[in-house]
């Protein structure tokens, strides 16, 4: 089935949860499938820090034919979120009161922020229902959000890999990230390029946190024990910092490693389990088990505190990246979640 490409554009006036605001802005999104007779099939995905909103590209293993989210059933939607890099309004969109590129001034962004822009999206769409919300990571956290900011759309929500504030460990990988991008001598720089050689250090730091121990144990190992230099480990580092750097930008890295360090839902809604408690849509909170960046105590305590929502754990050889890697496993324990769905449904009826 072919997927669509879109542009969202807002004209109105766009205000800021950090104080500020944007003059309108813009959301790339992408969509596969079609919707039925009563919009009552839409999958939304929220991606995660450095996805892209193509979901084909990095999460086709979910959304394939034969799949539980078959694209031949549903309308699938991922946008790309406010302040990325993927089309969305962000660091490098031309700033309309000087029609330059924002760079360092762009405004801070938060998660509630960015659900924010999606409901106008999803309004424009007239989309009065979500069936599943999905996502993983920072994508996750925005789930958590948009379902407490409006819990009377989505149905069902899944938030993977994630938790409901940001913690000091993760806030603290985050930080040593930006330190990289800061020691860059460019960074200061109004350039595309800016920070460019500090984002790949940034990035081999955060693969330490996406991956763990055993990770690097079975997939970096040498191969005899004469080595003295150039490391199967040390070239993967460098490598995934280069790859990084090919797509991406430092602004964009900066900006949203910051949104996700402001991650809190309790924050104004008279605390965290307040918050959770909120939500009304069935959930399926899905954790790694060798995920050392979102533990799994994270998930457990969301599965804990919202209503009507259960914990699945994944089993993974790669740490918190697990989500993107192990489609079987996840799709499995989405399909038995709806499956046990369906049947607490015809009992209620009976």
Not at 27 to 51: Q, R
Not at 95 to 114: C, E, I, M, W
Not at 305 to 319: C, D, K, Q
Request: glycine content about 8%.
């Amino acid at each position: 089935m072919e997927k669509h490409d879109h542009t969202f554009h807002y004209q109105g006036k766009f205000e800021l949860e950090a104080g500020g605001s944007l003059q309108g802005f813009q959301l790339k999104y992408t969509t596969l499938g079609k919707f039925n007779a009563e919009k009552s099939n839409v999958i939304w995905i929220c991606h995660a820090l450095t996805g892209s909103p193509d979901f084909t590209d990095w999460w086709s293993g979910l959304f394939d034919e034969g799949r539980f989210f078959d694209p031949s059933q549903y309308f699938i939607i991922c946008a790309n979120a406010l302040g990325g890099c993927y089309g969305s309004t962000g660091h490098l969109s031309l700033n309309p009161a000087t029609g330059k590129p924002y760079f360092h001034s762009f405004p801070t962004l938060t998660n509630r922020d960015v659900v924010r822009a999606f409901d106008l999206l999803r309004q424009e769409l007239q989309i009065e229902q979500v069936h599943t919300l999905i996502g993983g990571s920072l994508g996750g956290q925005q789930v958590l959000e948009w379902a407490i900011e409006q819990p009377e759309v989505f149905q069902h929500i899944i938030p993977i890999a994630t938790n409901a504030s940001h913690s000091p460990w993760g806030i603290a990988f985050n930080e040593a990230q930006r330190m990289a991008i800061e020691a860059d001598a460019t960074w200061k720089q109004n350039d595309l390029r800016a920070g460019s050689e500090g984002l790949k250090a940034a990035r081999a730091i955060g693969m330490l946190s996406y991956r763990f121990y055993d990770t690097y144990g079975q997939t970096q190992g040498e191969k005899n024990n004469d080595k003295l230099e150039e490391f199967r480990a040390s070239t993967y580092q460098r490598y995934q910092g280069q790859k990084l750097a090919n797509r991406f930008n430092a602004f964009t890295y900066y900006g949203l490693s910051r949104m996700m360090d402001s991650h809190n839902v309790g924050r104004k809604r008279n605390g965290v389990e307040n918050a959770l408690r909120s939500i009304k849509a069935k959930a399926l909170i899905v954790g790694i088990d060798s995920d050392i960046l979102f533990p799994l105590g994270e998930q457990r305590y969301l599965a804990e505190t919202i209503p009507n929502a259960r914990l699945e754990i994944m089993s993974s050889l790669y740490g918190h990246d697990g989500f993107l890697v192990e489609f079987e496993q996840l799709s499995n324990h989405i399909r038995k979640f709806f499956q046990e769905d369906l049947v607490s449904v015809e009992i209620k009826r009976k």
